[in-house]
């Protein structure tokens, strides 16, 4: 049974920052590519953050740039979202997924396991 757990979520202020993680187990870690999500109420879920099998290629959207980072570590089949530089437009539900698909990383039906997201809000 595949699991796709997150954790790290919680309150901060403007400026602070929190860790993500999204833990895994079930799957083949190293096979799947693995992403970000989030969703801010009543809006779209949209894509964070990309990582690919090896943790060669990464990259961020731009609304990110220079202030989250990346990146999985096969030891534990957890991937990670260090989020610093937090914004109050960051806020949403963060979820991590995982896949074999094809298409773009933000292309949603790429991505097979989901977790169920964890809260972050960011306070001016």
């Known amino acids: 049974q595949v699991q796709v757990v997150e954790s790290g979520g919680g309150s901060v202020q403007t400026g602070e920052s929190l860790r993500l993680s999204c833990t895994t187990s079930?799957?083949?870690?190293?096979?799947?590519?693995m992403a970000w999500f989030r969703q801010a109420e009543g809006k779209e879920r949209e894509g964070v953050a990309y990582?690919?099998?090896?943790?060669?290629?990464?990259g961020v959207d731009v609304s990110v740039k220079d202030r989250f980072t990346i990146s999985r570590d096969s030891r534990t089949n957890t991937m990670y979202l260090q989020m610093n530089l937090l914004k109050p437009e960051d806020t949403g539900v963060y979820y991590c997924?995982?896949?074999?698909?094809?298409?773009?990383?933000?292309?949603?039906?790429?991505?097979?396991?989901w977790g169920q997201g964890t809260q972050v809000t960011v306070s001016s």
């Open positions: 079930g799957l083949t870690f190293n096979e799947h590519y």
């Open positions: 990582i690919d099998q090896t943790g060669g290629q990464r």
């Open positions: 997924a995982a896949g074999k698909g094809s298409g773009i990383w933000t292309y949603q039906q790429k991505y097979t396991y």
